[in-house]
């Protein structure tokens, strides 16, 4: 890790949505050749030097491939992705240190919510930012801007119960999608939510929500009024994507 605090916040994420499928779906299996692909891009150099130096008196063959991390982290994504309700997507992320892919998956639950107030503030509430009752300090809260609207990240660290560490990270945007396709101009609230556990991605994790949620904002009205790639319909109750 650089010795730079301010290099954390310059380190770019790799993110992805993962499909809204079944495993065994023919759908799953392409995305999942795409994850392997991915993986086998990402970790056949590291794992190449790993096997290199696998002991030969361990009395059996270095058990990893790059195949095979990226086929477990396609089915373990989709099996997430399939528990969440119609309005809510799961978004995965890797961070690159050094030019090198680390932590990944990371997965990010993201819900799009028709407003339930034209005062966005109640949105504080939604993400904890005044502290939940396993944070373990008071919460950072950030502000976010995107060219089609504000919100906010709230990063903390908690205690569970047994008494282990990990920091949660929640988010929320007021966007204002503006017309496209035929389709009116529309107004959604986006709330987003991780959990990590490891003390190195938590110095990471909140500038990766960050740019997701630039992200978001950008597929939602791309800069370069080509479609939108995320598209809203209005929605008196719940929430719709």
């Not at 992200?215 to 319909?233: H, K």
Request: with cysteine.
């Amino acid at each position: 890790m650089s010795d730079d605090p301010q290099e954390l916040t310059r380190q770019p994420w790799h993110w992805e949505w993962v499909p809204a499928v079944r495993p065994g779906e023919p759908a799953a299996e392409v995305w999942t050749e795409h994850m392997v692909a991915l993986f086998e891009e990402w970790t056949s150099e590291g794992l190449a030097a790993v096997r290199a130096v696998w002991p030969a008196d361990a009395g059996t063959d270095f058990p990893f491939t790059s195949d095979m991390l990226g086929r477990d982290a396609a089915k373990w994504l989709l099996e997430r992705a399939a528990r969440l309700p119609e309005w809510a997507r799961l978004a995965w992320g890797a961070v690159f240190v050094d030019g090198r892919p680390r932590w990944a998956p990371v997965p990010v639950v993201v819900e799009f919510c028709a407003p339930v107030a034209e005062d966005p503030n109640y949105l504080m509430e939604a993400v904890g930012a005044r502290g939940t009752e396993d944070d373990a300090r008071e919460p950072v809260v950030d502000y976010v801007t995107t060219p089609i609207g504000d919100g906010l990240r709230v990063f903390a660290l908690c205690r569970g119960a047994e008494g282990a560490g990990f920091a949660r990270v929640h988010a929320a945007l007021r966007l204002d999608v503006p017309p496209s396709g035929g389709a009116p101009s529309v107004s959604t609230d986006v709330l987003l939510a991780t959990f990590v556990f490891e003390m190195g991605l938590m110095a990471l994790i909140g500038v990766g929500v960050e740019q997701l949620m630039q992200q978001i904002a950008d597929e939602c009205a791309p800069a370069d009024a080509s479609s939108a790639r995320l598209g809203f319909v209005a929605a008196t109750e719940g929430a719709q994507a």
